[in-house]
């Protein structure tokens, strides 16, 4: 099994068993050097923006199968990534886990994560849903889609993101603000496709079309669509299972658009090793498991998410809502053209 990575817990391991130190210098030179080696703590620590019913079930079965302690914070993305940039070598982070490949790319190009070489890593999550220089690795998948309302749009209607701009939706359309990451990557890989001049325009159409101003969240734009202030919208996926959930009987469905070119957007929740880890060892075992068939069907279900890895069939609720051919552009452009997207968001008016 191949596994490589940046880390000095190897070397303090090395002269604790070589140079027989006493237990009080091994301790002095521990402190010193700021490092605590695998051996002497099993365990590893988390810095997660997955709320904390998504990711506990799924450490403390790695606790059992393994005996590695996890311990973990949660808080959303940008104070966790900034948390440990402030905090460099004395980071008490071993990997870090947040959904978007945006915030994953961010993450990894501030230099706050390390490559990593896994065979197990490798084999078991598709290039497109990891970093090209194994520095994170997606571990559940996320489509950003069409939903409709079934009492007033038919299936037949629809088609592209961008033929959401037509003249048929005018006053119809509903959107979540631009501020929300998702949206961004959206344009991010619209841009990576269609070129910036030509998704402008398609952007322009939809702030054209909208029924009502932008919404904060997916579900408060599907609740708009089924009060009936609009027909059609772009959401997660795995927003439109939880109203499901609270209501079997909700008058809207998922459509999978782009089938004809691209494919329907999708995006991942991820982690990835953190550059200063003090149990790389761990936290590496950690992520591998997050990649096996068991975690991955877990996590997926959870979240109502498809699997990162291929290999596992997603949950029978989100298998309900059909096939699609997903976008195969690596999910990192989504933090390449994050500021691109932003600044063309706003040029055409997308608040």
Not at 71 to 92: F, H
Request: with cysteine; proline share 4%; glycine share 6%.
């Amino acid at each position: 099994m191949k596994r490589s990575f940046n880390s000095v817990s190897g070397i303090v391991s090395a002269v604790k068993r070589y140079f027989g130190l006493s237990l009080a210098l091994y301790a002095f030179f521990v402190g010193v050097a700021g490092v605590v080696p695998a051996a002497a703590a099993e365990q590893v620590v988390v810095y997660s923006s997955r709320k904390d019913h998504l990711i506990r079930p799924l450490f403390e079965q790695f606790e059992q199968q393994t005996g590695i302690e996890v311990k973990y914070i949660t808080d959303k993305a940008a104070p966790l990534i900034s948390r440990i940039a402030v905090e460099g070598k004395n980071t008490a982070a071993d990997m870090l886990i947040t959904v978007d490949a945006g915030n994953l790319w961010q993450a990894a190009e501030q230099g706050l994560l390390v490559k990593v070489d896994s065979e197990i890593l490798n084999k078991q999550i598709p290039a497109h849903l990891r970093d090209p220089e194994g520095r994170w690795y997606g571990l559940s998948v996320r489509a950003r889609t069409i939903v409709y309302a079934t009492d007033r749009v038919k299936p037949s209607e629809l088609s592209t993101y961008e033929a959401l701009g037509e003249s048929q939706w005018k006053d119809r359309l509903c959107l979540r603000t631009s501020k929300k990451v998702y949206n961004q990557s959206l344009v991010a890989t619209m841009i990576a496709s269609l070129g910036a001049e030509k998704t402008e325009s398609y952007v322009k159409s939809w702030v054209a079309n909208l029924a009502t101003p932008v919404f904060s969240n997916d579900t408060k734009l599907m609740q708009s669509i089924s009060a009936g202030q609009c027909d059609v919208g772009i959401v997660n996926s795995y927003y439109f299972g939880r109203l499901q959930d609270k209501d079997a009987d909700i008058p809207l469905a998922l459509y999978w658009p782009n089938q004809n070119d691209r494919g329907v957007h999708i995006n991942i929740s991820g982690a990835g090793i953190t550059r200063h880890s003090k149990n790389p060892e761990n936290a590496l075992r950690l992520l591998e498991w997050l990649a096996s068939k068991k975690a991955q069907g877990e996590i997926a279900a959870l979240n109502k998410e498809f699997p990162a890895n291929p290999n596992v069939p997603p949950a029978p609720q989100v298998v309900s809502w059909g096939t699609f051919k997903a976008d195969t552009i690596n999910v990192e452009v989504a933090g390449k053209l994050q500021v691109d997207a932003i600044k063309l968001m706003d040029r055409a008016g997308y608040r």
